[in-house]
């Protein structure tokens, strides 16, 4: 199985300031066939279920503010809110689709409001 | 805009089978990945399996003696079977829809089920 490993666990960061999740995997999810990440984002506020926010790594979802971003390649990846909204205030997960079965998350990142 | 509802049992004595039944409105149901997803309280995210668009099964191995999965075309519904459940089986379980890349794009609300005796 590919392990996906989160940091931080959690986050406190002022409104308007970046906000920066970073997620590694076990081994490269990096598809060589088709030059793809198999790496999405989520996003999950309390009583709901998650949210896709990105995939393929950098693909923003139809729909998600362009203050989400996402980047890196093989098995290093983050998630950036370059400007944090009080909406914002969520657990976001990694996850990887490279591989499977199982498809993996990682443990998630909690982002508060300082 | 695509709904996925689900409904089923929320609670299960140990030793019984959770059954789950999921189903779309307002998009296709064919051509895409079908998944469930399940989410201990307060813990993170754990596969179960999925349905490609082949309409395979996939099951994470650690559940994979106890799982099926199906789909009904013709009632756009997707199944969740997990039997001989136990206390470690509770969780708020998700359906899923998604492609390829966009795996998990389409969320059902989500189901508790509490096993307990």
């Known amino acids: 199985d590919i392990v996906m490993t989160q940091s931080p666990d959690s986050l406190t960061v002022s409104l308007g300031e970046r906000a920066t999740i970073n997620c590694k995997s076990s081994q490269r999810v990096l598809s060589r066939s088709n030059n793809k990440n198999y790496l999405a984002w989520y996003q999950q506020k309390p009583g709901q279920p998650p949210k896709l926010l990105i995939y393929w790594a950098s693909t923003r979802e139809f729909g998600v503010p362009d203050r989400f971003s996402g980047s890196g390649s093989g098995t290093d990846f983050t998630l950036t809110i370059s400007s944090l909204q009080a909406e914002d205030v969520a657990v976001y997960y990694c996850q990887q689709y490279y591989s499977t079965p199982p498809l993996t998350f990682g443990g998630g990142t909690k982002v508060e409001i300082k | 805009q695509v709904q996925l509802q689900q409904w089923g049992a929320g609670l299960l004595k140990p030793s019984e089978t959770l059954s789950l039944t999921c189903v779309v409105s307002g998009g296709s149901f064919s051509g895409y990945f079908w998944t469930w997803i399940r989410q201990s309280p307060g813990m993170g995210l754990e596969w179960i399996g999925e349905?490609?668009?082949?309409?395979?099964?996939n099951y994470n191995p650690s559940l994979k003696s106890r799982v099926t999965m199906s789909v009904d075309t013709s009632t756009n519904q997707l199944s969740l079977k997990l039997n001989s459940v136990t206390a470690a089986d509770t969780a708020i379980y998700y359906c899923s829809r998604g492609t390829i890349g966009a795996r998990l794009a389409d969320w059902g609300q989500g189901t508790l089920v509490t096993v307990s005796s």
């Open positions: 349905i490609n668009q082949s309409g395979s099964p």
